[in-house]
């Protein structure tokens, strides 16, 4: 824990360096600040709201080999568009842009993780624990699914970041498809916790990300 938590402080204070740089990487900088707070608040805030169930995995830096090619794929796709066509990456507009969507992403996830409480959890629950609850206030008020909608965002925004045409393409595409499958996924498991309950408030609030309604409910 302690040695990815110092190589994630690492990160972002060469994220930091990087940032003020004056060169065609600063706007990398930024990318490399948001992706190292994110792990790390990750693992911290579930350790705040949920101890018993953190773990390694927490900081989702091992997330899933999908998840490794897509940060890798960024990564190069910077690399060879800054030192061929090095003006694209100097867009500061749309990086700012693309910093806002990641804070607002992280923002509204970590407001979820904090609302939602004990009820939060990385992994997709198959199993109704004693203290299950159905949060629906607070953020879960405006969106059904907010710390999909902010990851979704946030994600999405680390390549507007870095002017990534490609990966930024790409990440919305697949994050999407992702979400849209997710979604469905732990609605059919709310559904069967919660019945009428979680039907009602589904019927009341969107899941918050664009074209996905959640799981279809045949009456």
Not at 16 to 39: A, E, I, K, P
Not at 94 to 121: D, I, P, Q
Request: proline fraction near 3%.
């Amino acid at each position: 824990i302690a040695i990815r938590a110092c190589f994630l402080g690492f990160v972002f204070g060469c994220g930091v360096l990087l940032s003020f740089s004056q060169s065609s990487w600063n706007h990398f900088g930024w990318y490399m600040c948001s992706l190292s707070l994110f792990h790390y608040s990750e693992y911290l805030v579930t350790a705040v709201n949920n101890p018993k169930s953190l773990s390694l995995d927490s900081f989702l830096l091992n997330h899933s080999v999908e998840y490794t090619v897509a940060a890798l794929s960024s990564w190069i796709e910077f690399t060879l568009e800054n030192i061929f066509w090095p003006e694209l990456k100097q867009i500061t507009w749309l990086s700012a842009t693309g910093l806002l969507m990641v804070v607002f992403g992280e923002c509204l996830r970590k407001a979820a993780m904090f609302t939602a409480g004990s009820n939060f959890n990385h992994v997709v629950q198959n199993e109704k624990s004693e203290t299950h609850t159905l949060v629906t206030s607070g953020v879960y008020a405006w969106f059904r699914h907010p710390s999909y909608v902010g990851w979704f965002y946030w994600s999405i925004g680390t390549q507007v970041v870095l002017c990534n045409p490609i990966c930024g393409v790409s990440y919305a595409l697949t994050v999407w498809r992702f979400f849209r499958d997710r979604t469905e996924e732990e609605e059919i498991s709310l559904i069967h916790f919660f019945g009428d309950e979680y039907l009602e408030y589904k019927k009341r609030v969107p899941t918050g990300l664009p074209f996905i309604k959640g799981v279809k409910v045949e009456l």
